[in-house]
């Protein structure tokens, strides 16, 4: 028998971030099979002299990615892992993931997201890729609206479900402003149409550059219900407008009610 492919396997195999003015990025589709092979530091790079220099034996250690995301947590420098690492596994035990209904009725969708660390308490819209492959973003004018890519799962389903927002934008810091402050342990609440409330619990997080965004590690498929949320991070490009980095945050279905 053939294997019924997810919704998630058909629409969106792999993707990679962009920059966008101030906010979190874009997002690019495309098939991880296509996706062209990226240097992640985790095999050794050719040097043109025969001998390395006193300073590149004193900083070899500082270009060897971690081969795990980070747990994060206050005063810990977030740092990317290397690309063939997995998701990060979870900081508690994870409950079975809400199942779909086995009749026709309209899809649930997430309507809020609540992070009492950082003080996050948004609306969640939809959003969705255009004809060029390009995720859209919530709207900058309102920055402390969440964007819910509708053909990623519905957040407390089977697999990543993806909410990406703004660092910040014009009128100033928006809603993913406190993000990087996330840690192993800390929660996020979903809130979704049909009345059911989830809980996540934060795994890992990582700050990742843009030309070499973990597409796999992102947008892979899951065997029980997870989320990702994603802004940008690092450096503000003031001639691009763009962010060198994302911040990702990896989490995993703790709890549900309703």
Not at 4 to 28: C, H
Request: overall charge positive; aromatic content about 4%; hydrophobic content about 35%.
């Amino acid at each position: 028998m053939t294997e019924q492919k997810t919704p998630m396997q058909r629409a969106l195999p792999g993707l990679l971030i962009a920059g966008s003015l101030g906010g979190v990025g874009l997002v690019m589709v495309s098939l991880l099979s296509l996706a062209p092979p990226v240097d992640d530091g985790s095999e050794p790079r050719a040097v043109a002299q025969a001998e390395p220099t006193t300073v590149e034996i004193a900083n070899a250690g500082a270009f060897v990615l971690p081969p795990t995301v980070g747990p994060g947590g206050k005063n810990v420098p977030l740092t990317p892992a290397r690309l063939d690492a997995p998701p990060p596994l979870a900081a508690v035990p994870v409950v079975p993931a809400i199942p779909k209904p086995k009749v026709k009725t309209a899809k649930a969708r997430p309507t809020r997201i609540k992070i009492p660390k950082i003080k996050v308490n948004a609306p969640i819209g939809a959003v969705t890729v255009s004809k060029k492959g390009v995720l859209g973003t919530p709207p900058l004018s309102r920055p402390n609206r969440t964007g819910w890519y509708k053909h990623s799962p519905v957040p407390g389903e089977t697999g990543p479900a993806i909410i990406n927002g703004h660092v910040t934008t014009r009128s100033g810091p928006a809603v993913f402003d406190r993000l990087r402050e996330l840690a192993k342990g800390d929660h996020i609440y979903v809130y979704r149409s049909d009345g059911k409330v989830t809980r996540f619990t934060v795994s890992g997080i990582e700050q990742a550059s843009k030309n070499a965004f973990p597409t796999k590690r992102v947008y892979g498929n899951t065997s029980n219900a997870q989320i990702r949320l994603i802004t940008c991070g690092g450096v503000y490009n003031k001639t691009t407008h763009h962010y060198t980095d994302n911040i990702v945050v990896y989490a995993t279905l703790s709890k549900k009610k309703g």
